[in-house]
């Protein structure tokens, strides 16, 4: 069995003109994340885990912000590309494990719903998309609600 690890991380600055979108979800907020697209921080982390693990290089490689196509693009069509891109290579994701950091608003409230969007994309069980949120104790630009962050981590599996 041929199996590796991926790890992606994604940052986006938060302001009061954008609308907050985590896991495929839009969120109430006073803030939202800024970015070409719809500034996904947590799908954007796993598109660079999956990616990393299949040495398919990063998410800006494949969907530049340079690029008009991808200027406000939902970031599950994201996803879903990836998705198709390490299935071309023969790979099949086994499982991911990700940490949002986020002041506010919480998000374990979400986090159900988060876990069924993504597990319908990435062809898994809720049970294989973990999901954690926690704030950075109002510490940085974390903590003074400047910015949101997001890690992933993947295991994907070939036969």
Known sequence: ???????????????????????GKKIESDLGAVGHSDADVLL????????????????????????????????????????NLISEKGWSVVNIDCTVILE???????????????ASILKVTVDEVSI??????????FGERKAVKAYAVCLLHKA
Not at 9 to 21: A, I, Y
Not at 104 to 118: F, G, R, T, W
């Open 132 to 141: 954690k949120a926690t704030t950075h104790e109002k510490v940085d630009s």
């Open 104 to 118: 506010l608003p919480k998000l374990n409230p979400h986090i159900p719903d988060m876990q069924e969007i993504i």
């Open 44 to 83: 954007h982390a796993i598109c660079d885990a999956l990616l990393g693990a299949a040495n398919l290089r990063d998410i800006g490689y494949h969907f530049s912000d340079k690029d008009p196509k991808y200027k406000g693009i939902d970031s599950k069509i994201l996803l879903k590309e990836v998705v």
């Open 1 to 23: 069995m041929n199996i590796r690890i991926g790890f992606g991380v994604d940052v986006h600055q938060l302001s009061e003109t954008h609308e907050l979108f985590i896991g």
